[in-house]
């Protein structure tokens, strides 16, 4: 899955980016995934997952409002 494209409108971007984060609360994995496209750190989300909510809710938020 490649990864999304940029939004050059900012209140688009703000509305995408709002989206990500909720989708990052409730399923990591998907949300790295739609950001990063297929890679190491969709692994890396699931495992966290997979130790726990927190920890892989808090990864998925770190990349998806990294820049």
Known sequence: M???TPV???VSRSALTVLE?????FLPP???AMKK???SKVLI???LQLC????GVIYGINV????
């Open 21 to 25: 984060v909720l989708i990052a609360f």
């Open 30 to 32: 998907v949300s790295v």
């Open 52 to 55: 726990g909510h927190i920890p």
């Open 45 to 47: 989300a699931l495992l």
């Open 37 to 39: 496209g297929l890679s």
């Open 2 to 4: 490649p990864p999304l």
């Open 8 to 10: 050059s409108d900012p």
């Open 64 to 67: 998806v409002t990294k820049e």
